[in-house]
């Protein structure tokens, strides 16, 4: 997979004859299945897989874009559309990353989500829906919304993980 993403890079046509759609989604899921654990918080269920398919070539030139793009952040701050935010408490990216979602999007909600990692839809599938249900139809959502700049429970930079 390192090699097909080095040589993507430099030719991507070539990548995608050497090897196609179906051959790397497949090593692409297979890698990612095994990074779950990494995912959710310790001591909670293992994830599975949902059942579509991921894209290892659409999430491969996503990144390379993003990489050569410019910054969209000084445009997003004068958007004023309401955005809603969830993080899971046991998430890998920063908190960094994540505050700084809240301070581009100036009409945000952020929701801090206990007992979910990064993928919450898959984690907390009931909490993840209720919030989102609740935020799209202007209702009280199940969790209270996280207006501090600094992460719950008074970690600096770390991700957030459970201790104990």
């Given amino acids: 997979m390192i090699a097909l993403d080095l040589l993507a890079g430099i030719n991507p046509d070539a990548a995608h004859a050497l090897v196609g759609d179906r051959e790397a989604d497949a090593r692409f899921r297979d890698m990612l299945s095994a990074s779950l654990p990494a995912t959710t918080c310790p001591g909670r269920p293992a994830l599975r897989m949902p059942a579509n398919r991921p894209g290892f070539y659409v999430n491969l030139f996503t990144i390379q874009d993003a990489a050569t793009l410019p910054d969209p952040r000084p445009r997003l701050r004068g958007v004023r559309v309401p955005t809603l935010i969830m993080r899971g408490e046991c998430d890998y990216k920063t908190w960094e990353v994540t505050y700084d979602y809240r301070r581009t ?29 609740g935020y799209l139809l202007d209702r009280p959502l199940p969790l209270p919304e996280y207006t501090g700049s600094r992460p719950p429970g008074g970690g600096v930079s770390a991700p957030l993980r459970r201790t104990g």
């Fill in 105 to 133: 999007l100036p009409e945000s909600s952020l929701v801090y989500v206990p007992g979910a990692g990064h993928a919450i839809a898959m984690d907390r599938p009931e909490t993840y829906l209720a919030t989102l249900r």
